[in-house]
C-alpha cells in the first residue's frame, strides 16, 4: 500500500492512539514500522488479526512519520474507516 494514502485520510499517529482505535473498530489499514521494537509491534499485530484489520509492514518508522506529516518517528499509524 501506498504511503500517501496518509495525507489524505484521517488517521491516527502512534502505537497508543491506534491501539485504541482498532479497538473501537475505526480503523480500516494498519501502517506498522518494519524497524519498530516487537513490545510495540507485536500488540498491535494481535489487535489487527482479531479485527480483521488489513496490514502493512513495508516501511521504517521515518517513512511513516514523514507521510503522516509529524517531524518524529512514528512505530504505528491507522487510516480511519
Known sequence: ???SILTSSAKTIGAKQTSKAIA?????LVFVA???DDRIALP???LCE???VA?????SMEELGKAANIKVKAAAV???K
Open 1 to 3: 500500500m501506498e504511503l
Open 24 to 28: 473501537r473498530d475505526e480503523v480500516e
Open 34 to 36: 518494519n524497524n519498530s
Open 44 to 46: 498491535i499485530l494481535e
Open 50 to 52: 482479531v479485527h480483521g
Open 55 to 59: 496490514v502493512d509492514r513495508n516501511h
Open 78 to 80: 491507522g487510516v480511519l
